[in-house]
């Protein structure tokens, strides 16, 4: 079998084994917060077709679909640029060569931003990849914005090798369309197959500020197709890009939920503002939007009020001390109005009110002088970027000592190596005992630990009665296990997978479970592997994280049924 064959098998093998997993995993939770895009378009196209509309998305401050350089939109390619046949076939050039000029032109505006590429097929992916090179030897002066260096660098990548990327804006590039003779057929690669909707979710939901579609083809040209998910929610994403018809912060058809936010309406329209009550989506609601007077495709601020007359369950839940900062982080500016001021102090608070407004209106307020403090709840799971604060990870540090003497390390008593490899993994624990004899063999200033020295040093490490070992991995017990970047070791067998010990892994997808309550175990494994300095997660590697995450899904994580992983 070829490795690209194989690696479809495997991955094949993946979806089945997730796909399943409401049948083989206990203590299942459908994990409903979403939190890294920033805009909800970006993930309503899957939240409709995949979550049941359970996700809780805050709304954004924008009122259309793709507005102000965010959400989701749709630029059409040319017509009839999908070739059938001959040494093109299955690759539609004038899109790929249009996406090529999309993709300078992000570069030359936005070169401080994140980009990443995405194609329906392989050929497509490679047609892209060549126009990109070709626009990129005419312009030599964007080669940082393309540096593999940067983190979260620019990629180019099909459909199916997309999982645990993410990147602030996305290119896709739908490819399939009508050939010259004017013909569509409806096969759709990959997403008409079994497993084709789990394989645009993933796709779909890989901005976290745009996304931005391709596509010579609309909604209209797809025809239904009953049993083929991925083919329908396609046609969904589709028209959503095109026409932005639904879930994203509008008219909501829910009247206010109580005759306080009804009476701040009426007020704040007698004062010559729009307003619209329950705007937002997905059970993540704010009472009332004031629209921007200077520009009406956005909310200017989000009213809550709050107080004797309280909402549903879900909503009091909602008024954490996260919500608001959740809110704000997406642009709102957020005024509180408690019940009993508005009933028994109305003139003070009427006139506060409109000054905060007028402030806004001009650009003047200052938020933190007018919305209050919400008092702290208990939080409910938030999903974040899956990015660990680096003040949880040190750098590798490696022993550096010498040992002054003519003899080996096998010459040398049993007691005086064992003093050597203390001090060893009293600054490397945890580490393997191979990387243990490198070191032996640098401190006695040769070159290479040959059996013998290997030998040697094992027996001083057994020796010794301060150390504990497991699987070749030694430690110092007791002490807490520190997540270490290995991007800057000198000693290049750090970076091999079977060099990382399973309990510095353990910690390192901790650290990221707890800073990411909502995460597939694809992007858990992604994110721990950035973690210890890696710049690619190897097949070799996956399976190390994979495994240490398999080691604890006995009372530290459980895996739901899509895949995501949180703590017990």
């Known amino acids: 079998m070829s490795s690209s064959g194989s690696v479809k098998l495997r991955y094949e093998k993946c979806l089945e084994v997730w796909g399943n997993a409401n049948i083989a995993l ?9 939190y890294r895009s920033q805009h ?19 709304p954004s401050t924008l009122r259309t679909s793709y507005s102000d350089g965010l959400g989701v939109s749709m630029i059409k390619s040319p017509a009839n640029g999908y070739e059938r046949g001959g040494a093109n076939g299955g690759r539609n050039i004038l899109e790929a060569e249009q996406i090529a000029k999309e993709v300078i032109r992000f570069a030359k505006a936005n070169p401080k931003k994140t980009l990443g590429v995405a194609a329906f097929s392989v050929k497509q992916r490679d047609a892209i990849r060549d126009m990109v090179d070709d626009q990129r030897r005419k312009h030599p002066e964007l080669e940082e914005f393309f540096s593999h260096a940067r983190q979260d660098h620019f990629f180019i990548k099909n459909l199916e090798s997309i999982q645990g990327d993410e990147r602030d804006v996305i290119f896709i590039s739908v490819g399939y369309g009508r050939d010259q003779n004017g013909r569509l057929t409806q096969t759709f690669g990959p997403l008409a197959a079994e497993g084709g909707e789990r394989r645009l979710n993933v796709l779909i939901s890989r901005a976290k500020e745009r996304c931005t579609i391709f596509s010579s083809i609309t909604a209209d040209d797809v025809k239904p197709a009953p049993g083929k998910l991925g083919v329908n929610a396609f046609r969904e994403f589709l028209q959503y890009a095109e026409k932005g018809y639904f879930d994203v912060a509008q008219v909501t058809e829910r009247d206010f939920d109580s005759e306080f936010e009804e009476s701040v ?3 704040i329209k007698a004062a010559g503002y729009e307003v619209q009550p329950q705007v937002g989506m997905s059970g993540f609601f704010i009472d009332i939007g004031v629209i921007d007077p200077n520009n009406t495709n956005r909310f200017m601020c989000g009213i809550e009020c709050d107080g004797a007359t309280y ?3 879900r909503s009091a839940r909602d008024r954490d001390r996260l919500r608001q900062s959740i809110l704000e982080s997406r642009g709102w500016t957020i005024y509180r109005i408690w019940s009993t001021d508005w009933f028994h102090r109305r003139k003070d608070q009427e006139k506060k009110l409109l000054d905060a407004l007028e402030q806004m209106r001009n650009g003047t307020h200052a938020t933190a002088q007018v919305v209050d403090v919400v008092e702290a709840f208990p939080a409910d799971p938030v999903e974040v970027t899956a990015e660990v604060t680096q003040a949880n990870v040190t750098a590798y540090v490696e022993f550096e000592g010498r040992i002054n003497s003519k003899k080996a390390p096998h010459e040398v008593p049993v007691y005086q190596l064992t003093q050597l490899v203390e001090q060893i993994v009293q600054v490397e624990s945890p580490v393997h005992e191979d990387e243990i004899a490198r070191r032996v063999t640098k401190a006695f200033a040769l070159e290479k630990a040959g059996s013998r020295i290997q030998s040697a040093t094992v027996a001083a490490l057994r020796a010794s009665r301060n150390l504990v070992h497991a699987s070749g991995i030694w430690s110092i017990p007791s002490v807490a ?7 800057n070791v000198k ?3 750090l970076a091999n997978a079977s060099m990382l010990p399973q309990m510095e892994i353990v910690a390192a997808l901790k650290l990221t479970v707890e800073q990411s309550v909502r995460i597939h175990s694809d992007e858990l494994i992604q994110a721990t592997s950035r973690m210890f300095g890696f710049q690619r997660c190897g097949p070799d590697l996956k399976d190390a994280i994979q495994q240490a995450l398999n080691s604890q899904l006995t009372g530290v994580f459980v895996i739901d049924a899509d895949g995501f992983v949180m703590k017990v």
């Open 311 to 313: 909402h549903s369950s």
């Open 40 to 58: 909800p378009g970006l993930i309503a196209v899957s939240n409709r077709n995949f979550y049941d509309n359970q996700l809780l998305l805050p």
């Open 481 to 487: 296990i520190q997540v270490r970047d290995r991007s």
């Open 491 to 493: 000693s290049k067998n």
């Open 26 to 34: 206990p203590n299942q939770a459908m994990l409903k917060w979403h």
């Open 265 to 267: 309406a009426r007020f």
